[in-house]
Every structure is written in structure tokens, then in C-alpha cells.
């Protein structure tokens, strides 16, 4: 996706969405390489994997940030969204830190996957209210738009698929889900930036339109 | 309890986001017009129909992949089989429900002919540069 971005000349206008696609790569490096050392049923990989993952989760909260601000560039709000970036920031490490502090002996039970539930659940909350922006202030570049629904689906089928593996944590077919899930976003992305050019544009009231 | 809450509420938007995300593809694909070769091969002259939606995939299996599109044609597969489910269900209780999935399988079957067209021309351009080494 960031060779995609980086062809169609996208890499500093869409910032964190690379980096967040950069870091994501480094981070599955990692995984391999723990993975690799440790074996799939330690206990150093589940640290390592669910703990990436959740900061992974927080590096998405800044991409969604910066598709926040191209939403709002011509509205003057950067103040604002400096303003909700650090409480999210501060919010989120809060969080975290709480979680790490009381977590140490629960990271084999439902724990993990309870906090991965609510940190994807979160960021497709923030996801929904920037596509009901998207529609209230008629924004119209395909491209944006694209970039919005690509990140909407992914976060709500990680937040269902964390949901299903907290209420059913017997069943191991789910755990084979995520990898495939985690294809979502690159492939979206990396699509929108290869066909859909920046002037593009497409009326998202007529997508959600159910014709009568 | 919170769980099952976040379960069904991800679920219902999960659907929602890629019935949007999906018809935001067909969309860009259908301002693209299609040559008057690929109408030839493919019967679309105008509009095209639900039910030629296998027929073209069938064809567009036939070229070299690309890659890059083929997420986009597997999302639209994916679409394309959840209208023939609304079609075959809800759409039966619902009459309005049957021209409105009716017409979205057109677009799909739109979208799959312009990957078509793209696919082919990827063939000609690789063609070409193979005659030319």
C-alpha cells in the first residue's frame, strides 16, 4: 500500500495512513521473528502479539485522524482535532496503562481479546461518525471516500470477529479469521490508491440510497 | 453481555460499510465506458444484466490476473452473492426490494466487464512488450 501511495505521489498527504501501514509491516516482522524464537503457544508471543496489536490499534486512531482532517481542511478545525488527537492520545494511554498494571497474570484468559474488542470497537465508532460527516457535509472525492469504508469494514469486522472470540473462546476456527481479516485493509487501501485518482469524484448520498 | 452488544452492533455496520464500500466501487467503475470489442464479447450494449454477472466472470477468468484488482473483484463476488440472497428472501416479501437488487446485479455485472476490459488490454501491453524484446 505505501509503494501504491508513493506511485500515485499520496505518501504526505495521507501521512499516518502510511505510517500506520509501515509500522504495521515492522510489527509483523516482529511477530515472526518472536514466533519463530518462542513458538506459537508461548507466552511471550501472546504478550507480544496482543500488546502490538492494541498499539497498532492506537496508530489506526491517528490515521483515522488524518482522514479526519482531510474531511475538514477547508472548515478551519485543525485546532480542534490537535485538541481531540491529544485527549485521544492521553485517553488511550490511560487506558493502557491501567490495563498493563492489572493485567500481568489474566494475559491467557478472555482479557486480551476483551481489550482488542473494545479498542476496535471504539475506532469503528470514530469510523461511523466520520462517514455520517462524510455524508452530512456532502464530501464528494472518491478517493477519501473509499479510504473511509475500506477502514469502516475492517475495524467493524475485527470488532466482531474479537466479540465472537470473547463470547466463544473454545473455538479455535476463529483464531485462523484474524490473519485473513488483517488482509482487509492493505488490499482496500492499496486499491484505492492504484485505481481511484485524487480528482476523482462520486456522490456518497447516492451510495446510501436504497431506490423505492 | 458487552460482548454479544459489540458482536451485533459490529455486525449490522460491518454489513452496512461494505454494501457502501462495494457500491462506491461499481460506482467509479461506471463512469468508465466499455470498448466496443469487450460489448461484443460480453453482449453488454447498454445496460447490462444480473444474470450475465457468471457468464463475464467466467471470461474475465480466462485473461492474466492482475493483482491489484483482484480484491475489488472478489468484493464484488462476495456482493453479488449477498444480492442474489436478498433477491431470493427478502425481496420476495418485498416487491421494491426485487428491482433494486435486480439493478445493483447489473452494476456488479458492469463492474466485472470493465476489470474485463482492463485485463485485456494489460494482455495486449504485455504482448507488445514481449514482441518488442
Known amino acids: 500500500m505505501v509503494v501504491c501511495a508513493l506511485r500515485r505521489h499520496s505518501f504526505r498527504r495521507y501521512l499516518f495512513l502510511n505510517l500506520y501501514m509501515g509500522s504495521s509491516f515492522l510489527v509483523s516482522v516482529g511477530r515472526y521473528q518472536v514466533l519463530s524464537h518462542y513458538g506459537i503457544g508461548s507466552r511471550e508471543y501472546a504478550y ?45 494511554a490511560w487506558f493502557s496503562y491501567a490495563v498493563v498494571q492489572q493485567s500481568s497474570s489474566r494475559i491467557t484468559s478472555n482479557f486480551a481479546y476483551e481489550l482488542s474488542q473494545n479498542l476496535y470497537f471504539v475506532g469503528l465508532v470514530l469510523t461511523y461518525a466520520l462517514w455520517g460527516t462524510i455524508l452530512k457535509l456532502r464530501e464528494t472525492r472518491a478517493r477519501l471516500i473509499q479510504l473511509v469504508l475500506g477502514l469502516g469494514v475492517y475495524f467493524s469486522a475485527f470488532a466482531a470477529n474479537y466479540a465472537l472470540q470473547n463470547l466463544y473462546p473454545n473455538i479455535t476456527a476463529l483464531h485462523y479469521v484474524a490473519p485473513l481479516l488483517g488482509c482487509i485493509l492493505p488490499a482496500a487501501w492499496a486499491y484505492t490508491f492504484l485505481r481511484v485518482s485524487e480528482e476523482q469524484r462520486l456522490a456518497p448520498a447516492r451510495l446510501a440510497a436504497v431506490s423505492r | 453481555m458487552m460482548a454479544a452488544f459489540i458482536l451485533v452492533v459490529s455486525l449490522v455496520i460491518f454489513l452496512q460499510f461494505f454494501v457502501f464500500y462495494c457500491r462506491s466501487l461499481i460506482a467509479v467503475s461506471s463512469k468508465q465506458a466499455l470498448s466496443p470489442e469487450v460489448q461484443d464479447v460480453t453482449g453488454i450494449q447498454r445496460t447490462a444484466s444480473g444474470e450475465d454477472f457468471n457468464r463475464v466472470m467466467q471470461l ?74
Open chain 2, 60 to 133: 474475465l477468468q480466462l485473461c492474466p490476473e492482475r493483482p491489484e484488482d483482484r480484491k475489488g473483484i472478489q468484493a464484488i463476488g462476495a456482493y453479488f452473492h449477498l444480492l442474489n440472497f436478498l433477491s431470493s428472501t427478502v425481496a420476495r416479501l418485498v416487491p421494491s426490494m426485487k428491482a433494486w437488487t435486480e439493478s445493483e446485479r447489473g452494476h456488479c455485472t458492469y463492474f466485472a466487464a470493465i476489470a474485463l476490459e482492463r485485463r485485456i488490454s494489460f494482455s495486449r501491453d504485455m504482448l507488445a512488450q514481449q514482441m518488442d524484446a
Open chain 1, 48 to 92: 507480544f502479539y496482543f500488546y502490538s496489536d492494541a498499539l497498532l490499534t492506537i496508530g489506526l486512531y491517528f490515521a483515522l485522524l488524518n482522514l479526519y482532517s482531510l474531511v475538514f481542511d477547508e472548515m478551519k478545525v485543525e485546532g480542534y482535532l490537535r485538541l481531540g488527537s491529544i485527549l485521544l492520545l492521553g485517553g488511550t
